[in-house]
């Protein structure tokens, strides 16, 4: 008996956005006088962007200045319409995703998103890669009371699904991503970065591969409830 519903991360795992989040968040932060690298953005992966907004403010320009005017929602706008416009005209889809996609629907499995990004960000995604004939519905952790690790956005998923949590899997590139999905009681896939993930704990992870055409190359794996291998 297999799997009746797919639960995908977004950004990194369905689309390479990843490095154009981090040239957003590097031009955004840059005009505040925040010099970031990609090492540095990368201390932020999982995180909503008003999370990633207060995390680098209370890093610098919060713990030296006593002005706090500084607007958590207005710098979280910019860069997400700094990224928004780089993924509209960027984005790919990252290595394996639609024969991945293919296999689940072939599979009859319900497919849908559970993202830390914003709806409108979800929809250029689903628009940019033409993910319409695959996933039914989205979620955005930004609609939710608290952002990755926190499990909310799966657990809204969940609700919506109305399935059993042990029919659904999960696949995640983040460690905080993985941490909110198996707190959902989710069986997580996990995809890390290439190059980062040895340099991160994905132990909380179900399962970890290389990349999701490692996944497909385990032909049972969809297709067992209980799969064990790790690759």
């Known amino acids: 008996m297999h799997w009746q519903a797919a639960i995908f991360?977004?950004?990194?795992?369905?689309?390479?956005?990843?490095?154009?989040?981090?040239?957003?968040?590097?031009?955004?932060?840059?005009?505040?006088g925040i010099q970031l690298n990609d090492e540095?953005?990368?201390?932020?992966?999982?995180?909503?962007?008003e999370d990633t907004v207060r995390y680098w403010l209370q890093r610098t320009l919060w713990s030296t200045q006593e002005d706090r005017q500084i607007e958590v929602d207005e710098i979280a706008h910019q860069?997400?319409?700094?990224?928004?416009?780089?993924?509209?005209s960027e984005a790919r889809a990252m290595p394996g995703v639609y024969p991945l996609l293919e296999r689940c629907r072939e599979l009859g499995m319900t497919m849908v998103i559970a993202?830390?990004?914003?709806?409108?960000?979800?929809?250029?995604?689903?628009?940019?890669?033409?993910?319409?004939?695959?996933?039914?519905?989205?979620?955005?952790?930004?609609?939710?009371?608290?952002?990755?690790?926190?499990?909310?956005?799966?657990?809204?998923?969940l609700s919506a699904l109305r399935l059993p949590t042990e029919k659904c899997i999960a696949f995640e590139d983040s460690v905080r991503g993985v941490?909110?999905?198996?707190?959902?009681?989710?069986?997580?896939?996990?995809?890390p970065e290439q190059g980062i993930g040895f340099q991160q704990d994905f132990s909380a992870?179900?399962?970890?591969?290389?990349d999701l055409r490692?996944?497909?190359?385990?032909?049972?794996?969809?297709?067992?409830?209980?799969?064990?291998?790790?690759?």
Request: hydrophobic share 45%; with cysteine.
């Open 9 to 32: 991360d977004m950004d990194g795992l369905l689309v390479d956005s990843e490095p154009l989040w981090r040239r957003a968040e590097q031009k955004v932060f840059g005009e505040l």
């Open 40 to 49: 540095l953005c990368r201390q932020t992966t999982g995180l909503g962007t």
């Open 79 to 88: 860069l997400r319409q700094q990224a928004l416009g780089l993924i509209q």
């Open 115 to 157: 993202s830390g990004s914003s709806m409108e960000l979800i929809r250029a995604v689903i628009e940019r890669l033409e993910l319409h004939n695959y996933i039914s519905s989205y979620f955005s952790a930004a609609n939710e009371k608290a952002g990755k690790p926190a499990p909310d956005v799966y657990l809204r998923a």
């Open 179 to 191: 941490e909110a999905a198996r707190a959902a009681n989710l069986y997580t896939v996990a995809v």
């Open 205 to 210: 992870a179900s399962l970890v591969v290389k």
């Open 214 to 231: 490692t996944l497909l190359s385990m032909a049972p794996f969809l297709n067992d409830t209980q799969p064990t291998l790790l690759a």
